[in-house]
Every structure is written in C-alpha cells, then in structure tokens.
C-alpha cells in the first residue's frame, strides 16, 4: 500500500507537476505505519455536532474542529477569513481551549492555517491543489472499487443503492446538501465494503479537504446534478455485477466531472466574489 502511494506520488514529479499535496502523502506514509495493526472504524457512534457519523471520538475538540469544518465546507467561513476563537468559543458555550486543540485539528486536515502572533486563518482554496488531490484521489478510489468488488459486502453495497436513491431525490429537488450528503455516504459504504484498513486511513487523511472541494461542485452546478447520479449509479451497478472495467470508467468520469465543475466554481468565486449558491449566506468572521 505504501509502495503504491509512493508509486503516484512519483508519477506525478516525473511529469513535472508541483503537487500540492506531497508533505500530506509523506506524513500519510509516516502515519500508516504507526497505524498498519489498527483497526479503522468507519461507522462510528454519531455525537452531538456530527450530522453524519464522521467524528470517531466524543472529544469536546472533535466536536468543535467538526462544526468549524461544516463551514468552511459550506463557505459560510470563507477563504482567508480570520476565525476568532472567542467568538466560537461563546457561539459554542465552551472554553477556548478546546477551540486551540480544534483548530490544530484543522490545520492538519489543510483547512485552516495557523500564523504565529497573528491567529487562525481558513485555508486558500488553490486550482493546483484542486487538480492534484482528484489525480490523487481517483488513483486510491479506482483501489477501493477494485477491492469492494473482491470482497463483495453485501451491506455495504445495499447501503451504497440507499445512498444512490437518496442522490437522485436531492437532485431532482435540487437540495445541495441532500445530495452531498447522499454522495459522502456513497463513498463511506464504499470505503467499508473495501476491507482494507490502511487505504481507508489514507482516504480519511484527505477526506476534509475532499469534502470541502465537492460541496464548491456540488454548489456551482446545483440545478443540474443528473449527470453525477447516473455515474453513481453505473459505478455501484459495476460494483455489483463485478465488472472492475465498467466501476474505473464511471469512477474517472465522476472524478472528472467534479474536478473539472470544482474549479468552475473556485473561479466563479473568484471573479464574482459570491458564495456558492443564491441561497446561502455567506458571514464574514470578525
């Protein structure tokens, strides 16, 4: 595993691109060694704050590195803003330390950025980056579809179909969220169906900033989303009838369709200087 993540890493240096992401890869493989005998769960007990089972630990500074997550994925804290911790700390009724650990936390998942003197910032969002984390992304996903289909978890994939039916609903309601929802628990049902325990804390290290980039392409194009329902929906048919070819094609194209809508919407934003839908509110944090 740690070979093969090397392997794209190198690839990416041979043909000349500057990845953005090559210190997470290398703390990543320090990371998977420590962890290689662990055991990864990967459904575990949702607490107060985590919407969708993502927080692994009741810790106070999960929770609240959690719901500083949710909005700078729904740039409700924009990039660059400055996140002040007495005013999450009185928002949230806790202490600011807490919000300090949380804030560690965050930095780790290249959301925000701390600066010494000066405080906590959201991360720039940056169309190298972008590119670099899908090319990533697809390689250790067209892994996990390979796997799913070795190990065939019947639950696992009935819990991807619900997933799929749940897209389609939000789609055709155009309800962003719904169908990000729908789309992060697609890829969770995936993710425990593979088996592998190491490729699942891979992914899980690159999974905030994941999740911050699909909710910008879910948003820039919320009004047609049919497109990303029907590759769903072939990727987990392929899955299911073990036809690897026909789940690496549907994933590509997925994978494709969001980097490609991501940075659509990455300028959009940056040109228009808008939030990523007419509905959201965008609040400057003072």
């Known amino acids: ?33 420590r962890i290689s005998n662990k055991k990864i769960l990967l459904q575990p007990k949702t607490v107060k704050g985590d919407k969708m089972g993502l927080i692994n630990s009741s810790n106070l500074s999960d929770i ?16 660059g803003d400055k996140i002040v911790e007495s005013k999450i700390a009185k928002e949230l009724n806790v202490s600011q330390s807490p919000i300090r650990e949380s804030l560690r936390i965050l930095e780790r998942n290249m959301l ?36 799913c289909i070795a190990h065939y978890d019947a639950a696992s994939l009935k819990q991807a179909e619900i997933a799929t039916e749940q897209a389609l609903i939000a789609a055709k309601e155009n309800d962003i969220d719904g169908f990000y929802h729908s789309v992060i628990k697609f890829g969770v049902s995936c993710l425990s169906g593979c088996k592998d325990d190491l490729l699942v804390h891979v992914i899980q290290e690159l999974f905030p900033t994941m999740r911050r980039i699909l909710y910008l392409s879910i948003s820039y194009r919320y009004k047609n989303l049919t497109e990303n329902v029907d590759l769903l929906k072939s990727g987990k048919d392929a899955i299911m009838n073990k ?14 369709l969001e980097k490609d809508n991501s940075i659509k919407g990455l300028q959009a934003e940056l040109v228009l200087g808008v939030g990523p839908t007419p509905s959201t509110t965008i609040n400057q944090i003072p």
């Not at 609240?64 to 990039?79: G, L, N």
Request: proline share 2%; with cysteine; hydrophobic share 45%.
């Open 64 to 79: 609240v590195a959690e719901q500083i997550r949710e909005k700078i994925i729904k740039m409700e804290y924009k990039p």
């Open 243 to 256: 036809n690897f070819k026909a789940a690496e094609d549907a994933l590509r194209k997925w994978m494709k």
């Open 1 to 33: 595993m740690l070979r093969f993540i090397q392997q794209v890493f190198n690839n990416f240096l041979k043909k000349g691109k500057k990845c953005q992401l090559h210190k997470t890869i290398q703390a990543i493989q320090k990371s998977a060694l």
């Open 112 to 147: 925000v950025k701390l600066i010494p003197r000066k405080g906590a910032y959201v991360s720039e969002l940056i169309e190298s980056h972008i590119e670099s984390l899908y090319e990533i992304l697809s390689e250790l996903l067209v892994l996990v579809g390979k796997k």
